[in-house]
């Protein structure tokens, strides 16, 4: 099993929609929890990090966590298409806080 | 620099020719990351420092491949022979001790003929 699993997509969504992207982790012990968006030929930007249970929102974005289901999502509401790009999921692994164990990214597209 | 940069952004080279890439991590960022990410993959998690502790290099995929960073500044990333499956965009990233919300470089574009 992957340590961190997401669905490869690409997910399309109109754009104004809510698009849901979801990541799974399998170490119980991971206590923190990234989202970067990766513009194709450009490099991974961090759009939002999570600690805790529950929901966090900034801006646009909303990151959710559920430990006990060792999931993690990412909302984008009145999704653009300047959002379209790969999202890739991060989470510190059983090698320590600062190591993080990327998975493979979901690509978004959001069509006019 | 306000931000991770790394040199060259773009290298060609021949097949059996050693290359280095640089990496300037943000200024008191102690945490040093090297990724390998093929077209169209995921990142590839190559090694890691964090200040003076001995460096994570778990992720090297052979003994062509080693890095070196000075404190808690430069670092490089050295590729020996290169071989044509060596060719991907090398990324680093830092960040800082009490944190470990990770920000990229611009990464160098390699690609060995």
């Known amino acids: 099993q992957k340590e961190v699993e997401q669905n490869s997509g690409p997910l399309s969504v109109p754009e104004g929609a809510i698009a849901s992207l979801n990541c799974t982790y399998s170490d119980r012990g991971s206590q923190s929890f990234f989202w970067y968006r990766q513009y194709s030929g450009k490099s991974p930007e961090l759009i939002m990090f999570i600690y805790s249970n529950g929901d966090k929102e900034d801006g646009r974005f909303t990151a959710q966590l559920n430990k006990a289901s060792q999931y993690v999502s990412l909302l984008i509401r009145d999704s653009q298409p300047s959002d379209s790009a790969t999202y890739l999921c991060?989470?510190?692994?059983?090698?320590?806080?600062?190591?993080?164990?990327f998975g493979t990214g979901t690509r978004l597209l959001v069509s006019p | 620099g306000a931000g991770v940069s790394q040199s060259p952004s773009n290298k060609v080279t021949e097949k059996g020719k050693d290359v280095e890439l640089r990496c300037d991590p943000i200024?008191?960022?102690?945490?040093l990351y090297w990724y390998r990410q093929r077209l169209g993959q995921g990142l590839e998690f190559l090694i890691y420092f964090q200040g003076n502790s001995a460096p994570d290099k778990s992720g090297l995929p052979s003994d062509r491949f080693s890095a070196e960073r000075t404190g808690e500044s430069v670092s490089t990333l050295t590729i020996q022979r290169t071989q044509q499956e060596d060719s991907a965009v090398y990324l680093c990233?830092?960040?800082?001790?009490?944190?470990?919300?990770?920000?990229f470089g611009p990464g160098t574009r390699l690609t060995v003929l």
């Open positions: 200024s008191g960022h102690t945490a």
């Open positions: 990233a830092s960040s800082f001790f009490r944190y470990n919300e990770q920000f």
């Open positions: 991060a989470v510190n692994g059983d090698t320590g806080f600062q190591k993080l164990v």
